[in-house]
């Protein structure tokens, strides 16, 4: 039997904290209470906080599309002095 580095035995494989892995359906089992158990966790925002993050996002999107527009017109004019388009 080799030894390893160290001088000992070498370990197992899977070293001798692995654990049993249980089959398959059991894994399935174990998924959905972990996802019950997650779901359990979640907090509905009442009605102020819906409409208060609501706000938040489309305000967001306004910007955001204000911006990407505004560069599309910066680079299409940067694109038309630099190539020249014909009238």
């Known amino acids: 039997m080799s030894q390893d580095a160290a001088g000992g035995v070498p370990a197992a494989a ?10 398959f359906f059991a894994r399935i089992v174990i998924f959905f209470r972990e996802v019950i158990a ?18 938040v996002v ?20 940067v694109v038309d002095v630099v190539f020249g388009v014909p009238n």
């Open 58 to 77: 489309l305000g967001f999107v306004v910007v955001m599309m204000a911006v990407i527009f505004g560069l599309d017109t910066v680079f299409q004019l």
């Open 14 to 23: 899977g070293g001798p904290n692995a654990a049993k892995r249980p089959n």
């Open 38 to 55: 997650e779901l359990r966790k979640v907090v509905t925002p009442t009605r102020k906080e819906l409409l208060k993050f609501t706000s």
